[in-house]
């Protein structure tokens, strides 16, 4: 079981710090992620971390992702948030396997139910 907490509202130019809690499983081998849909649009990759990290372009410079195996958790530090961050956030984690490709939904087994992110302008 994933729980995902530090959603809400912010004004644009603002900070907020996802964490997710990770529960019934090690996720010391794991991929860990997060990805994030806004209204009629398709789940989106934000960033990655497992033996590297990755980011989308869209939030590179601007957010950071980190682990705590010790606490099964990860986090999303998110800076200078801008209206089009506005979606409801969501974390993932699957063991990592060689050759998977980290930002495609469809590789990540266990999800976390999210948390809404609201920027304003």
């Known amino acids: 079981q994933l729980q995902a907490s530090g959603g809400g509202l912010v004004q644009a130019g603002g900070s907020l710090r996802l964490s997710c809690a990770v529960s019934?499983?090690?996720?010391?081998?794991?991929?860990m992620a997060w990805f994030r849909q806004a209204p009629g649009k398709e789940r989106e990759f934000v960033a990655a971390?497992?033996?590297?990290?990755l980011y989308a372009d869209s939030v590179k410079g601007r957010f950071v992702i980190s682990r705590d195996n010790a606490k099964n958790s990860v986090y999303l530090q998110m800076n200078s948030l801008k209206p089009e961050d506005t979606a409801r956030y969501y974390c993932a984690t699957t063991l990592t396997a060689q050759g998977m490709d980290v930002l495609n939904v469809y590789e990540y087994r266990y999800w976390g139910q999210g948390t809404q992110v609201t920027v304003s302008s």
């Open positions: 971390i497992s033996w590297r990290i």
């Open positions: 019934g499983r090690t996720v010391s081998s794991d991929t």
